[in-house]
């Protein structure tokens, strides 16, 4: 039995944890979930009582259907995918590598769940949420920007703050952060890579996309394991470098 209150959250004890938890159960959709979220992943921050509550989320993830269970999944893959855990060094991994590991399964129904085909900003979610359980740094909490479709990384070269953008607005980096609003800045094209060459991460993640029916997010994804080239310099990077060594340990 979980002693809470020898455990802490982002505002102190955790003795109201186990009420949290309870009325969260009831529905994905109860407030309760915005509190736990604060309480136990505040803006990316993980405490002692974060990692008890693993067994909880996943006993609520076993007991919905795949399409209703993405708030346990989503909290509990946040949880795990933290680096930021200043009182104390406890591996989630090891400790509860019985929940980790069937969280991992309940997120990969929910990945193949049909409801998930008009729903591309989700299913990203949940597959960085599997990222986190599967233990893979930096994408497991970067692989979001998919849905932003933008990412902000510093040249390699002069430092310079690009902004590669890969949707709506173009396919392109500038340095212009208003570029949305603007056509002024210079736009530089965008190198993607040929989805055949694609390797490791990238090639598991394209093809991942394309079997669950997400051609759109596979697309996208050859651009950020793609080239750019910086608009003021005109230096040729790796955006997947440039993103690892930004958001890496």
């Not at 003795?15 to 309480?39: K, M, N």
């Not at 080239?229 to 990077?237: I, K, M, R, T």
Request: charged letters at 20%.
């Amino acid at each position: 039995m979980t002693d809470w209150s020898r455990l802490h959250h982002a505002y102190g004890t955790a003795e109201d944890i186990p009420s949290l938890l309870h009325r969260a159960g009831s529905s994905p959709q109860d407030s309760s979930w915005d509190e736990l979220w604060s309480r136990l992943c505040h803006q990316g921050t993980v405490y002692s009582a974060s990692y008890a509550a693993l067994p909880a989320l996943t006993e609520m993830a076993r007991r919905w259907a795949a399409p209703d269970r993405q708030a346990p999944l989503c909290l509990a893959g946040s949880i795990m995918a933290s680096t930021d855990q200043p009182y104390g060094d406890e591996d989630p991994q090891v400790t509860y590598a019985s929940e980790v590991s069937e969280l991992a399964q309940l997120t990969e129904e929910a990945l193949r769940h049909p409801g998930l085909a008009d729903d591309p900003a989700n299913y990203v979610y949940l597959l960085s949420t599997l990222l986190s359980f599967q233990g893979v740094e930096v994408w497991s909490e970067q692989l979001d920007g998919l849905n932003d479709e933008e990412y902000e990384v510093p040249c390699p070269a002069c430092g310079s703050e690009n902004f590669v953008a890969f949707g709506e607005h173009g396919f392109f980096s500038t340095t212009n952060s208003m570029y949305m609003k603007s056509t002024a800045a210079r736009r530089v094209p965008l190198r993607p890579q040929a989805p055949s060459s694609l390797e490791g991460l990238a090639q598991r993640l394209h093809t991942r996309a394309l079997a669950d029916g997400h051609p759109g997010i596979a697309h996208k994804l050859t651009y950020v394991f793609g080239e750019a080239q910086c608009a003021d310099c005109d230096e040729v990077f790796s955006v997947e470098e440039a993103i690892v060594t930004r958001w890496g340990s």
